[in-house]
């Protein structure tokens, strides 16, 4: 299934895959919203930064360039531009999820801690003596609580770590894809 999929896009003569990005000039590649700013320092087009993420997902491990062709050949200035906007823009992506995973385990750890606490409370109180059924239903909704606290912070480690760092190795990739230009006409 993997080669149907890799199939759809061309390759480079090293056998690379080439995720082709078409636009009639350099702004399509940029959201409209920061019309005064450098390329540089613009955002990249939503849909376009979209496309990318999907298109590296497709291909998954193999090598990739992304060729992008617009209407007419860009300075060697211009294009380093687009380069260093790719690059800070995915890089940032990328800061963002490290930033979330810190989070996210972060509140794994507070949540074990917790629970151990919870747990250890419910073993200090359970004791060998008698106790009214109030206190029974305290000690075993301490108890439920500890293991359910535990359960949480296992459970926000292991299932919702992994995308995370699966969304940082990707947005690394795509920051430091090559990037190849052509113009329209030399594609004809």
């Known amino acids: 299934m993997k080669e149907k999929i890799l199939e759809r896009y061309d390759r480079t003569d090293d056998n690379r895959v080439i995720i082709d990005v078409s636009a009639s000039k350099v702004e399509e590649l940029y959201e409209d919203f920061d019309k005064q700013a450098p390329y540089h320092r613009k955002d990249l087009d939503e849909e376009l930064a979209s496309y990318l993420v999907d298109c590296v997902r497709e291909i998954g491990a193999a090598d990739f360039v992304i060729r992008i062709t617009l209407d007419r050949p860009l300075s060697a200035e211009?294009?380093?531009?687009?380069?260093?906007?790719?690059?800070?823009?995915?890089?940032?992506?990328?800061?963002?999820?490290?930033?979330?995973?810190?989070?996210?385990?972060?509140?794994?750890?507070?949540?074990?801690?917790?629970?151990f606490a919870l747990l250890f409370l419910s073993f200090r109180l359970h004791g060998d003596s008698v106790r009214p059924f109030y206190q029974n239903v305290l000690i075993e909704g301490v108890t439920i609580a500890a293991w359910v606290s535990l359960w949480e912070s296992l459970s926000i480690a292991l299932f919702n770590w992994w995308p995370s760092h699966h969304r940082i190795r990707l947005n690394f990739r795509i920051a430091n894809a090559e990037l190849l230009f052509q113009a329209q006409s030399s594609r004809l």
């Open 78 to 115: 211009l294009q380093a531009r687009i380069r260093t906007s790719l690059y800070k823009f995915f890089m940032y992506q990328r800061e963002l999820e490290v930033a979330s995973v810190k989070r996210i385990l972060k509140r794994s750890l507070m949540l074990l801690f917790v629970g």
